[in-house]
């Protein structure tokens, strides 16, 4: 099942931190793009320009901020400072990338991915405490299955958003823009950070 975490842009951080924790917290966020920031700026090789997009240092300060968006480096990295596989399932693209998957960690927990969005995912269990479970046995491929099929529902239900061609409404100004790229442009040059998505 989905866990729904804040659309704060800090989705994937919370995410990670509930299927370790068990609950949302959203403070955990702050603590993560810590960890990204200190990996990655002591291995400039591994994350040099042509893979981080940007400079190392200038990318460092750039996670640090509490408007810029997790994803496959930031995944990557949190895999393995925490010894563990992460599963994203992509509704749009209905795969799922595993991160650590090479490492033969032990353990592996599920994110949702749905162009701009993560959330958690989890399993209820049969525990009369309501107990959930959110930690799998990387060998267990019957609960890799189970995600599988949960992307193909996701696809199918358009639970997902083509960061390329969604429409979005500025919150701040009402200008109306199409895809991440103008989203971001405006972000930058007007200093806007509230978007809508408007249903086409």
């Known amino acids: 099942m989905r866990k729904v975490v804040p659309a704060d842009n800090s989705c994937l951080f919370t995410s990670v931190g509930f299927v370790l924790g068990g609950k949302i917290d959203t403070s955990c966020g702050n603590y993560m793009r810590q960890i ?55 509704t749009m693209n209905t795969v799922i990338n595993r991160f650590g998957e090479d490492k033969n960690y032990e353990y592996r927990v599920f994110l949702i991915f749905d162009g701009i969005h993560y959330d958690p995912l989890y399993r209820e269990t049969l525990e009369a405490d309501d107990t959930i479970q959110t930690l799998f ?22 639970q997902y958003t083509d960061v390329n061609n969604f429409t979005l409404k500025c919150l ?11 989203a971001q442009t405006h972000a930058q040059t007007t200093g806007h950070m509230n978007f809508g998505e408007i249903s086409s």
């Open 172 to 182: 701040v100004c009402h200008e109306l823009l199409t895809g991440q790229h103008q």
């Open 137 to 158: 046995l990387s060998s267990n491929e019957k609960v890799l299955q189970e995600a599988e099929e949960l992307a193909q529902e996701a696809k199918s239900s358009k």
């Open 36 to 90: 990204i920031a200190d990996q990655v700026s002591k291995d400039d090789e591994n994350y040099s320009e042509a893979i981080l997009g940007k400079p190392n240092k200038e990318y460092c300060k750039w996670i640090l901020k509490p408007e810029s968006w997790g994803g496959a480096i930031e995944l990557a990295v949190l895999s393995h400072f925490y010894g563990i596989e992460i599963a994203v399932v992509d």
